[in-house]
């Protein structure tokens, strides 16, 4: 997999700055205001530093935003970066830092001089987030990225702080890697069995086969994946590090390998997007290895139901009838509306298996969701305004967009079917919340829900502030801080 860069971090030694090789990064927030290691570099560089920084240029850049100064006098290094923060940035804007000098990044070593700035360890993660690539796939232009080391007033201190940041990267980078793997690579098999290889940090991972779907009248789930080679399958990860009793929190992902749209295919043009359809159970994957890696103490269960959409002569027809686990039965209208049924029968398993004492669920689950919020927000449903809000605050705290919209009688009633008890589609109008309405309709009225379409988010095709274009990881910051600040002693 995609190697993430761990950054290390080195006691302050300013005679060590004359021979770094390289580039140097300096924080300054304003002409001015240099620090030691900041005047240290000035100067070495006899006021190079100074002059940029007193420059109108500088004057005008945006916090966290850099300046680079090409052939430094007097250093080793060929290059200093300035970067624009002040002293005591916030979470926020230490971790913008981090992605302006991620841009810097190149095969040379890069020294990153802090001193005592403070959240140097978010400058840190921002860093990585944004370093991230996806090249398992290419077999020339690996651009493998030189050391990286943040020279720090207190390093041991800073070591111990940032052991949380690398659990949440290493998180955020397999659920990248989930999503950009092509579905040829990432089959049913190969998602659970990389899920599998996650017991070597404690999770406990359970895979269900057919049969055992079978068995338990996952029918919804299992049509879906009928016209497929690849098995379908639901794999259930249980973190428990709270307290034993204690029923668990419960997040829930769809795992489409690829949806072509089955029987209803979908045109060609655009399909090979169609293998980030797992996104939502590459989110439930990552935030799983989070925790895990930083031992939280709460009860956490993620479940994915993995599945391929695909036509063939074993393919769901439109027009078929199918029964729920929960034992309810769905008229087929359209075969590309399959994350609705994958979700209804691992939303009820979930609930009749684990009580969870509240559950979201995550899934690429509508076109409509990007006509309606772009690529900037997922849309974000809820049947309990408690756990909804405390949702928005986490994902705002991350910045990662979430916006909520409604659910309500009129439009459930738009799931009427003529010969079952609903069927598939709600038709063109709202699009978005019949798809909601669907999925509410597998949860019962005493779990506190939240349904996260993340189909204009998880992969996008213009680079974000945390992430190169392709996969974002969108949610597993969120939802990682939601636990943390909510279900955690
Ligand atoms: N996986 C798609 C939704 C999607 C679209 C995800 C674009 C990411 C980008 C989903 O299974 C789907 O095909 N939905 C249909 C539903 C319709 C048939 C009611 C859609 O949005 O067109
Ligand atoms: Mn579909
Ligand atoms: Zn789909």
């Given at each position: 997999?995609t190697?993430p860069?761990s950054?290390?971090?080195?006691e ?13 990064a300096?924080?300054?927030p304003e ?12 100067r ?13 240029t ?18 080793a290094?060929?290059?200093?970066v300035?970067v ?21 990044l ?6 990153v ?12 993660l921002?860093?990585c987030?944004?370093a ?8 020339a ?50 998602f ?18 057919e049969?055992e779907l079978?068995?338990?009248g ?21 973190w428990n ?5 204690d ?11 690829f ?14 997007d169609m ?10 994957a990552?935030?799983?290895?989070t ?14 139901g993995?599945v391929?959409?695909m ?34 029968d ?5 609930q009749?298996?684990f009580e ?19 690529h900037?927000?997922?849309?974000v ?26 659910l ?8 009427k079917?003529?010969i079952?008890d609903?069927?598939?589609?709600g ?10 309405q669907?999925?509410?309709r ?6 506190p829900w ?13 680079e974000?502030a ?8 969108w949610?597993?910051?969120a ?11």
């Amino acid at each position: 997999m995609t190697t993430p860069l761990s950054p290390d971090f080195i006691e302050t030694d300013i005679d060590q700055i004359k021979d770094a090789k390289g580039k140097l990064a300096v924080f300054v927030p304003e002409a001015g205001s240099l620090d030691v290691t900041a005047r240290r570099v000035n100067r070495l560089t006899r006021g190079a530093v100074a002059r940029l920084v007193g420059s109108e240029t500088f004057g005008k850049l945006g916090v966290g935003k850099t300046l680079t100064l090409a052939f430094p006098a007097n250093v080793a290094a060929d290059a200093v970066v300035v970067v624009k923060l002040p002293r005591r940035p916030s979470v926020e804007q230490a971790r913008k830092a981090g992605a302006s000098l991620a841009k810097e990044l190149g095969a040379d070593p890069f020294m990153v001089l802090c001193g005592n700035l403070a959240r140097a360890d978010q400058v840190a993660l921002g860093l990585c987030l944004r370093a991230y690539e996806f090249d398992d796939h290419k077999t020339a232009d690996k651009d493998g990225k030189g050391a990286v080391s943040f020279m720090v007033n207190d390093a041991k201190g800073i070591k111990s702080a940032s052991a949380v940041n690398g659990a949440i990267a290493e998180g955020v980078f397999f659920t990248r890697d989930l999503t950009n793997e092509p579905a040829n690579v990432l089959t049913t098999t190969e998602f659970s069995d990389r899920l599998a290889a996650l017991e070597a940090l404690g999770l406990k991972v359970e895979v269900l086969e057919e049969k055992e779907l079978e068995k338990l009248g996952m029918r919804t789930l299992l049509s879906v994946g009928q016209g497929s080679d690849s098995p379908t399958k639901v794999v259930v990860m249980q973190w428990n590090g709270g307290k034993k009793d204690d029923k668990p929190f419960a997040l829930i992902g769809k795992g489409v390998v690829f949806d072509t749209g089955g029987i209803s295919i979908k045109p060609a043009a655009g399909m090979e997007d169609m293998t980030m359809d797992m996104g939502g159970a590459g989110v439930v994957a990552g935030v799983m290895k989070t925790l895990a890696m930083r031992k939280a103490k709460a009860n956490v269960v993620g479940l994915v139901g993995l599945v391929e959409n695909m036509p063939s002569g074993n393919a769901t027809r439109p027009g078929d009838v199918v029964t729920s686990m929960k034992g309810d039965t769905v008229e087929i209208i359209n075969t590309d509306a399959e994350g609705r049924l994958v979700l209804a029968d691992v939303l009820w398993y979930a609930q009749e298996r684990f009580e969870p004492v509240g559950c979201i669920n995550l899934a690429t689950l509508t076109g409509a969701i990007i006509i309606g919020l772009g690529h900037e927000n997922a849309g974000v449903f809820s049947n309990n305004d408690a756990l909804s809000n405390a949702f928005l605050k986490a994902a705002n705290a991350e910045e990662e967009g979430a916006w909520r919209l409604p659910l309500g009688q009129a439009y459930d009633d738009l799931l009427k079917s003529r010969i079952a008890d609903m069927k598939n589609v709600g038709g063109r109008a709202a699009g978005s919340i019949t798809a909601a309405q669907f999925l509410q309709r597998f949860i019962k009225p005493e779990t506190p829900w939240i349904h996260l379409d993340i189909a204009g988010v998880a992969s996008v095709k213009t680079e974000t502030a945390f992430a190169p274009k392709g996969a974002t990881g969108w949610g597993v910051r969120a939802l990682n801080r939601l636990i943390a600040d909510n279900f955690e002693e």
